[in-house]
């Protein structure tokens, strides 16, 4: 049997903006090959790196205050063998701590938003912003190019209905189940000129009522 289909890419994923700013740079020439882990696009990453400034310094400065406590607390304890307030000051610096921690985590993870790179090797699009573009994706992602990973292709395509039924009534009246064939071939081109072997590995339990 013989039948049209389409390929499709092994692996596609946009490439997206997770943050506010300008789009500074573009490493992207559309329709090249990227290799894992390359820049592609960088968005102003100056406030977001004065963010991970500043959550630095907290982190330092509620470690020293809780340093403090501890110390305080010890000294209490020694002299007035209750410390109950102290102890309660070096809960909350302990806490505050914590906070500031989790804040440059954030910070740290908004500013590598601002470099976006290629998740695997592939061909990319073209890009959908131009630099100097106002990029608002810290509301809703905002893709900038598409990268596909096509060096497996998976080939696609429909078996009719009635042919289905077919083969099942087929297989009914000999008491066997349906067999599908284990390998196709792909013909691609005028009059099939390039040919390639596929394996087929899924077959879909939906119906196109259309």
């Given at each position: 049997k013989e039948h049209p289909g389409y390929l499709s890419p092994q692996l596609k994923v946009d490439l997206v903006a997770r943050v506010n700013g300008y789009l500074r740079t573009s490493y992207l020439k559309a329709g090249s090959r990227v290799k894992k882990g390359d820049l592609i696009?960088?968005?102003?990453?100056?406030?977001y790196q004065d963010n991970?400034?500043?959550?630095?310094?907290?982190?330092?400065?509620?470690?020293?205050q809780l340093e403090y406590a501890r110390s305080n607390y010890e000294r209490m304890k020694e002299a007035a063998k209750s410390g109950a307030v102290s102890q309660i000051q070096v809960i909350q610096a302990e806490a505050a701590v914590k906070n500031a921690e989790?804040?440059?985590?954030?910070?740290?993870?908004?500013?590598?938003?601002?470099?976006i790179r290629a998740p695997f090797?592939?061909?990319?699009?073209?890009?959908?912003?131009?630099?100097?573009?106002?990029i608002n994706g810290a509301v809703q992602p905002?893709?900038?190019a598409t990268l596909y990973k096509d060096d497996l292709m998976f080939a696609n395509f429909n078996i009719e209905d009635n042919q289905f039924m077919k083969m099942m009534l087929e297989a009914a009246r000999n008491d066997s189940t349906v067999k599908l064939p284990t390998e196709i071939l792909v013909s691609i081109g005028?009059?099939?000129?390039?040919?390639?072997?596929?394996?087929?590995?899924?077959?879909?339990?939906n119906i196109d009522l259309s």
């Open positions: 696009f960088v968005i102003e990453p100056d406030t991970v400034t500043q959550a630095e310094a907290s982190v330092k400065t509620s470690k020293a989790a804040e440059l985590n954030t910070a740290r993870t908004n500013l590598s938003y601002c470099y090797d592939g061909a990319v699009t073209r890009a959908s912003y131009d630099i100097g573009n106002y905002v893709t900038l005028k009059d099939g000129g390039n040919a390639y072997t596929g394996r087929l590995d899924y077959l879909s339990p």
